[in-house]
C-alpha cells in the first residue's frame, strides 16, 4: 500500500511538473515574436547592376510558427510589408516548433532593380503573435559606368561577330573588333534608363547601328538597327571582369 502511495506521489508530482512547464511555454509562446539574425554586410549581401542577394536566418520560439519570412525593401528608409514584399518560398520548409527552436537559413535575391541606386531593406518574419523587423540596412547596385562589356552580334542570321564596349562615365562609348584590331574603331554614346540601354554605336551614320536592350544581372540582350532595313538584328552581352 506504501509502494502505490509512493509511485503514485510520484506520478503526480511528474504530471504537475510537465504540466506546469508546457503552460508556461504556452504563456511564452503567446506573446514571442520570430528572431531575426540581421546578414552581415561585408559578406552576406552581394549585389549586380539589377539585382541585390541577401543571405539571413530566423528562428521560431518553441511553441510558435512562422507563416511567412523574406525581405521588404524600398527606395526610401524604414520599408514595411507595405512597400515592396520579396517572400521566401524555395521549397518545403518546416517552421512549426512545438517546444523546441526551429531555425531557418535562407538566400533571398531581389531582382528588377536599377543600376547604381541605393535601396533600403529589412527582414521580416510573422507569426502567430505579429510581424517582427530585422535592422534596415542598405546597399547600392553596380554602377553601370566604367565597365567594359564582350558584345556578340547576330546580323538577320547571316553574319555574327563579336566586339568589345567600353562605357564611359560621360556617356561616351568606345567599339572595337578583335579579330579585327584598328579597323572598326568607334566612339558611340549611351544612355541607360533604368535597366535599359540605349547605345548609339556610330552617331554620325544615322540609324546605322543604334543598340536597346536590358541589362539583367552581369548580362544584357536586345536588339539593334542597321540603317532603315526591316531584320531581325540581335545582339547579348556578358561583362569582361
Known amino acids: 500500500m506504501k509502494n502505490s ?9 511528474f504530471f504537475l511538473i510537465a504540466c506546469s512547464e508546457e503552460e508556461t511555454v504556452n504563456n511564452e509562446a503567446e506573446t514571442k515574436l520570430p528572431e531575426i539574425s540581421n546578414p552581415d554586410v561585408e559578406n552576406a549581401i552581394t549585389a549586380s547592376y539589377t539585382t541585390i542577394e541577401i543571405s539571413g536566418n530566423v528562428k521560431a520560439p518553441a511553441g510558435t510558427e512562422i507563416s511567412e519570412f523574406g525581405v521588404v525593401w524600398a527606395n526610401e528608409p524604414n520599408p514595411t510589408l507595405e512597400d515592396n514584399v520579396v517572400p521566401y518560398n524555395e521549397g518545403e520548409r518546416s517552421m512549426n516548433s512545438s517546444t523546441k527552436q526551429s531555425t531557418q537559413d535562407f538566400t533571398i535575391t531581389i531582382s528588377d ?7 533600403f531593406i529589412r527582414i521580416f518574419a510573422t507569426n502567430q503573435n505579429g510581424t517582427k523587423y530585422g535592422d534596415e540596412f542598405s546597399h547600392s547596385t553596380l554602377k553601370f559606368e566604367g565597365t567594359k562589356w564582350k558584345f556578340k552580334f547576330d546580323h538577320n542570321g547571316t553574319n555574327s561577330w563579336v566586339a568589345n564596349v567600353e562605357f564611359f562615365e560621360d556617356g561616351t562609348a568606345f567599339y572595337s573588333e578583335p579579330d579585327n584590331p584598328g579597323m572598326y574603331d568607334y566612339d558611340g554614346t549611351w544612355v541607360l534608363d533604368g535597366s535599359t540601354l540605349t547605345y548609339d554605336m556610330v552617331p554620325d551614320l544615322e540609324n546605322a547601328y543604334i543598340l536597346t536592350g536590358e541589362v539583367s544581372g ?20 556578358t561583362e569582361i571582369e
Not at 113 to 119: D, F, G, Q, R, T
Open 5 to 13: 502511495l509512493f509511485y503514485f506521489s510520484v506520478f503526480t508530482a
Open 218 to 237: 552581369n548580362k544584357m540582350d536586345g536588339t539593334y538597327t542597321f540603317h532603315n532595313e526591316e531584320g531581325s538584328y540581335l545582339w547579348q552581352a
Open 113 to 119: 532593380l536599377k543600376p547604381n541606386k541605393e535601396y
